[in-house]
């Protein structure tokens, strides 16, 4: 028998009091383990009518359940999250008793409420990196008091809470070293580089910067999506690569998405201007246009756009212009931090036009989804699935 279904029994034999000192003892440990082990055993305290109910649900992607659960807690949501589940448990379990549909009706229903937990406990990406150091060592960036590091070349290196700070000092030698900034799924950061430049990083995105720069042309690589608000020396262009792209600016603010799962590399331009290049081709944009580039080449074109609303998420929104639903799942899937497909009757064709929160709840995501009246979201296999019912007729 495994750990987890001895657990179970233990907990079963517990409410019928037919445990025995040693299986008490195992308990005991495991309720100390977490306090979300000792939230569900309160949990199915309640009611003994609600074990089989519960039982269900705490086999439902353990792993990933609870260890979102446990992310809600770091953000002081357990309390609602854990009254949340105990409504949902108590109405699911006396309303399948009361109808009398036995235990069939009621597993139907705790499938039901697994799926709705689910949904109900996926909360927003937060602020978080890691920084390599030229040495390779990692350092976590969260929450927490300030911290003063120093890399090899005497730069020092500030992380005040949630952002990370370059401060240049002179140096009797140079030498040149690179850090690299790397943000998760579920996360996003920023950071002021030495020359005084702001970057933006969203989910699954990774910067790599000089910790000084020299005296020739102020380079960066990036994946993912960034923001960048570059300082101004005219002296010294800004270069930043970014796969079969390299961007160059004196001193701009500019948005530029390479995620590898997108088919163009696009950079939006806000203010100033910059060159674009890919391999023999180049486009020099102005404020409001936008270049896109394929990754096989087949694509180099410029466009006018909206472009404060591709830096959009910096502000903590996300902006959705007849976007395909496709491409709006794997925006919520990096920040939400779990996988989210569509599904449905040409589901590659339906596409949203809105303005949303980025800081909702996935719930709450979803209701406004569902606003469309073709937008329902569900679970499949630990997966979130935006089922796409379409009616034109």
């Known amino acids: 028998m495994s750990f987890e279904n001895q657990i179970k029994e233990i907990l079963k034999a517990r409410l019928e009091g037919t445990a025995t000192e040693e299986e008490l ?7 100390d383990r977490s306090p979300q082990n000792r939230e569900l055993a309160e949990l199915l305290e309640e009611s003994a009518e609600n074990l089989p109910l519960l039982g269900r649900i705490y086999g439902y992607d ?9 992310k809600a807690a770091r953000r002081r949501r357990m309390r609602m999250l854990a009254a949340t589940a105990r409504k949902y448990a108590a109405a699911a379990a006396v309303a399948a008793l009361l109808a009398g549909g036995g235990w069939r009706a009621l597993d139907r229903r705790a499938e039901r409420l697994a799926r709705q937990a689910y949904i109900e406990q996926l909360t927003p990406g937060v602020r978080g990196a890691v920084l390599t150091l030229s040495s390779g060592e990692n350092v976590a960036l969260e929450a927490g008091g300030p911290r003063m590091l120093v890399e090899q070349d005497g730069t020092r290196i500030e992380i005040a809470g949630e952002e990370l700070a370059y401060h240049r000092e002179e140096a009797e030698e140079e030498i040149p070293m690179t850090n690299t900034v790397t943000v998760p799924r579920g996360k996003e950061f920023s ?36 923001y960048f608000d570059v300082a101004h020396d005219a002296s010294r262009r800004f270069v930043v690569h970014a796969d079969t792209v390299s961007i160059s600016v004196y001193g701009t603010a500019f948005n530029i998405s390479s995620y590898a799962d997108e088919g163009t590399i696009e950079t939006t331009l806000v203010r100033g201007s910059v060159e674009v290049r890919s391999g023999h081709r180049r486009a020099m944009l102005q404020p ?14 410029v466009r006018q756009v909206a472009a404060e609303d591709y830096a959009a998420w910096t502000r903590g929104l996300f902006t ?7 491409s709006i799942c794997r925006k919520l899937s990096r920040w939400y931090g779990v996988e989210i497909v569509p599904r449905g009757v040409d589901a590659d064709k339906v596409r949203y036009t809105g303005v949303v929160k980025r ?27 935006l089922c796409i019912d379409r009616d034109d007729d």
């Open 25 to 31: 003892a195992i308990l005991r440990e495991w309720l």
């Open 62 to 70: 353990e792993q990933r359940v609870w260890g979102n659960i446990r």
């Open 191 to 226: 950071l002021r580089l030495s020359d005084g430049t702001q970057v933006w990083l969203n989910s699954e995105s990774s910067l790599v910067f000089p910790v000084r720069f020299g005296d020739g042309p102020r380079e960066v690589t990036v994946t993912g999506e960034a």
């Open 288 to 301: 409001g246009q936008q270049a896109r580039v394929g990754r096989e080449g087949a694509i180099f074109d």
């Open 320 to 326: 959705f212009n007849d976007e395909p639903i496709a």
């Open 359 to 385: 800081y909702e709840t996935f719930a709450e995501m979803a209701r406004l989804l569902a606003r469309t009246d073709q937008i329902r979201a569900d679970v499949e296999e630990g997966k979130i699935v």
